[in-house]
């Protein structure tokens, strides 16, 4: 009988953790053929895709705080963020591949923009 619980909680744990487990975006491979050429993926944050970037983001921002004036969090998933990941959000965005809330959840999650978001919070409730 101990076994089974035992056992039971083990995958109950389990399942939960798959819950959470952070999901990496899709990503597509590429081949060559000789004599054709495909457009090159950008490596690059160019103006216009971190804007797109930081406009899904502040979308992902007002769901969770509806109401709140998210734009210092979103400078702070902004600021946290690597350049590849800000250019994932905007590609995914614009080609309608969901999973852009998962790539938000994973940098706010991290301490440095945990920290700046409960500072930006601090300073809008000292306002």
């Known amino acids: 009988m101990r076994f089974q619980l035992f056992a039971a909680f083990g995958v109950a744990a389990l399942s939960l953790s798959a819950c959470v487990a ?3 975006l899709a990503t597509t491979t590429t ?3 000789p004599g054709v050429t495909t457009p090159a993926q950008p ?3 160019d103006a216009a895709s971190r804007q797109i970037a930081r406009n ?5 921002m007002q769901k969770r705080l509806p109401g709140a004036n998210v734009a210092p969090y979103t400078d702070c998933v902004i600021n946290n963020a ?4 800000l250019i994932d ?4 965005s614009t080609s309608g591949v969901s999973g852009t809330a998962d ?3 994973t940098i706010v999650s991290r301490p440095a923009t945990t920290q700046c978001i ?5 300073s809008a409730g000292a306002a």
């Open 89 to 92: 959000i905007a590609q995914a």
């Open 82 to 85: 690597t350049t590849a990941e």
């Open 31 to 33: 081949t060559t053929t």
């Open 103 to 105: 790539s938000v959840a």
């Open 56 to 60: 899904v983001i502040n979308t992902e």
């Open 43 to 45: 490596a690059t944050l």
């Open 22 to 24: 952070p999901v990496p």
């Open 118 to 122: 409960a500072s930006a919070a601090r």
